[in-house]
């Protein structure tokens, strides 16, 4: 039997004869090697199963003891899920399904499986509704591997920029051991570069737009994904700051991202109004937690802004984790920026591509990558606009991203 033929299962269960049934059910499902199904009872016990395994799927009890012997917390699966993907000593797995008797259980935690696209079972023992549930995702798994030739990443990262000049050239500073990289029947110009960390080389493929804006971002993006399926897509570059909530130069984690321009255009009591019917898209919460701790070391900051070898700010560089909207017009009018805020009240950026970007990776096939925008504030899209900044915010874009992938991500 292949490798695209198995599937290696966690099942986190307490409950001694539900985990039975988990197990049981599961290893009726055709490539579901019994051996390759491991259990644990307890989040302790996982801990040390997924520090030594990767796992293709975990079942996780929602309402879980810490340690053999304790008493179920309500949240104790949700506490162990975010361990595992804040902590880069853990294999995540690849795919989660959590699973509990308790409906209000099951709507508590809903909200937050979901962020990561993952679901709650309502484990019911007399009814096969929940295990009719699991077998169908165990034979997701398989069908993806088969036809995808596995759930495997090509390169560790792409990067998009909207402008080869001053944002791919920036990226291309990066000591990455930049060359030109051919994909086949593409035009496209792609660069490869390569990065060592935790005693491997890690790929890396940057290209630029071929013009500003969603639909450019977007195409390259999606492009990037088949060409080279990356475990992270992220675009960096510049982007206009809200006045009073960044400085220029500060950079901006976009959570979440959204079309300031998607919306109903209508007349009321005779008047032209825009009704906005934004679609966001958040950070997947592994990215934010290790952007969290990122943007809390202020000497990477410093370092990144002494660097800086010409004209600079006089202010603290640093990296905020917030709203920012993509449209397809370069705003220099406190009048739209105004009619944008209404859109989120927390706003800190807008730019023109971002949300392509997250569009892609969201809609990719497996394996999707994990996206994320980081640009930087060049202006505030005000009548004072202007380029004089363009640069240095692109080198703290760039260099943000080099710190961000080599050191925390």
Not at 267 to 287: D, K, R
Not at 372 to 377: A, D, E, Q
Request: a negative charge; charged letters at 25%; glycine letters at 8%.
């Amino acid at each position: 039997m292949s490798v695209e033929d198995t599937v290696k299962i966690l099942v986190v269960e307490d409950n001694r004869d539900k985990l039975l049934k988990v197990v049981r059910c599961l290893s009726q499902v055709p490539g579901c090697d019994p051996e390759l199904i491991h259990t644990a009872q307890d989040a302790m016990e996982a801990k040390r199963a997924m520090r030594a395994e990767q796992y293709d799927l975990l079942v996780l009890d929602v309402a879980l003891p810490e340690r053999a012997g304790g008493l179920p917390s309500p949240d104790g699966g949700i506490g162990l899920l975010q361990e595992i993907l804040d902590r880069p000593v853990y294999y995540t797995p690849r795919e989660v399904v959590g699973l509990t008797a308790f409906p209000e259980v099951r709507d508590a935690a809903g909200p937050r499986f979901a962020e990561d696209l993952w679901m709650v079972v309502q484990y019911d023992p007399g009814s096969d509704a929940w295990a009719d549930q699991l077998q169908r995702k165990v034979r997701h798994i398989l069908l993806a591997r088969r036809s995808g030739g596995g759930l495997a990443h090509n390169v560790e990262l792409c990067v998009v920029t909207a402008l080869v000049k001053p944002e791919l050239e920036a990226v291309q500073k990066i000591p990455w051991h930049w060359s030109r990289l051919e994909a086949p029947n593409d035009s496209a110009v792609f660069y490869e570069g390569e990065f060592l960390k935790a005693g491997s080389i890690r790929k890396v493929v940057a290209a630029a737009a071929p013009r500003v804006g969603m639909t450019a971002a977007s195409v390259l993006a999606t492009k990037m994904i088949f060409h080279f399926r990356p475990r992270y897509l992220a675009m960096v570059g510049i982007a206009a700051g809200i006045r009073g909530e960044c400085e220029l130069g500060d950079i901006i984690a976009a959570d979440p991202g959204w079309d300031w321009g998607s919306g109903k255009q209508q007349t009321e009591a005779s008047t032209s109004v825009f009704a906005a019917a934004p679609h966001q898209i958040g950070l997947n919460s592994f990215i934010r937690g290790k952007l969290s701790a990122m943007a809390d070391d202020s000497d990477v900051f410093a370092s990144i802004r002494t660097q800086w070898p010409g004209p600079k700010p006089n202010t603290i560089l640093q990296m905020h984790i917030g709203p920012m909207a993509s449209g397809a017009a370069v705003l220099a009018d406190k009048a739209a920026i105004s009619m944008i805020k209404q859109q989120h009240r927390k706003i800190i950026g807008i730019e023109m591509e971002s949300y392509g970007v997250l569009a892609a990776a969201d809609e990719a096939p497996l394996p999707q990558p994990k996206a994320f925008i980081l640009k930087s504030v060049c202006d505030f899209a005000d009548e004072e606009k202007g380029d004089d900044f363009q640069a240095y915010a692109a080198y703290t874009s760039a260099s943000s991203l080099q710190v961000f992938v080599e050191r925390f991500l």
